[in-house]
């Protein structure tokens, strides 16, 4: 049994920071509602770069459909109904449609995408503009900066 969570206090406490407030609220509400079809992986594959992969047996590229728009990864699968008259002894593979969604970070933009062997694989990269990037400040001591006023 899962327990709601009520994040309205961090609304009030804060200011600037909806996003996380609302990136929380929907992790909550995506682990609640316990789909976790298909099943993926999110993998680390250098420094900024990163990989999902999606379990999507039986699916081809035409019945998947990936886009990014405002810092989220949208990836669904529409299974086009099957009308020849197969008859199963016992059917395990999940045939159905999905919707899975991943929130992207500031900067991360979707690379590339490959369908092999029934594993979609997503290719992201984290690309921090150089304005962004952290800059490290010499240190001088005043009396430097006295001499140079002098001079």
Same mark, same amino acid.
């Given at each position: 049994? @899962?327990?709601?969570? /009520?994040?309205?206090?961090?609304? @009030?406490?804060? $200011?600037?920071?909806?996003?996380?407030?609302?990136?929380?609220?929907? +992790?909550?509400?995506? #682990?609640?509602?316990?789909?976790?079809?298909?099943?993926?992986?999110?993998?680390?594959?250098?420094?900024?770069?990163?990989?999902?992969?999606?379990?999507?047996?039986?699916?081809?590229?035409?019945?998947? /459909?990936?886009?990014?728009?405002? %810092?989220?990864?949208?990836?669904?699968?529409?299974?086009?109904?099957?009308?020849?008259?197969?008859?199963?002894?016992?059917?395990?593979? #999940?045939? @159905?449609?999905?919707?899975?969604?991943?929130?992207? +970070? /500031?900067?991360?933009?979707?690379?590339? #995408?490959?369908?092999?062997? %029934?594993?979609?694989?997503?290719?992201?990269?984290?690309? $921090?503009?150089?304005?962004? @990037?952290?800059?490290?400040?010499?240190?001088?001591?005043?009396?430097?900066?006295?001499?140079?006023?002098? #001079?």
């Amino acid at each position: 049994m @899962r327990t709601a969570f /009520d994040f309205s206090p961090l609304y @009030r406490t804060t $200011v600037g920071f909806d996003r996380i407030a609302h990136l929380l609220d929907a +992790a909550n509400q995506s #682990a609640s509602s316990g789909n976790n079809y298909p099943p993926y992986d999110i993998e680390i594959t250098g420094e900024n770069q990163y990989t999902i992969t999606i379990a999507v047996a039986g699916f081809t590229e035409q019945e998947l /459909d990936i886009h990014s728009e405002n %810092g989220v990864l949208q990836v669904r699968g529409k299974k086009e109904k099957d009308e020849s008259k197969r008859q199963f002894l016992y059917q395990g593979i #999940a045939y @159905r449609s999905f919707e899975r969604k991943f929130q992207l +970070a /500031d900067y991360v933009k979707v690379t590339g #995408a490959n369908l092999e062997n %029934g594993l979609l694989k997503i290719e992201l990269l984290k690309e $921090v503009p150089e304005a962004m @990037r952290p800059k490290k400040i010499a240190i001088s001591s005043t009396k430097t900066i006295e001499q140079q006023n002098n #001079a």
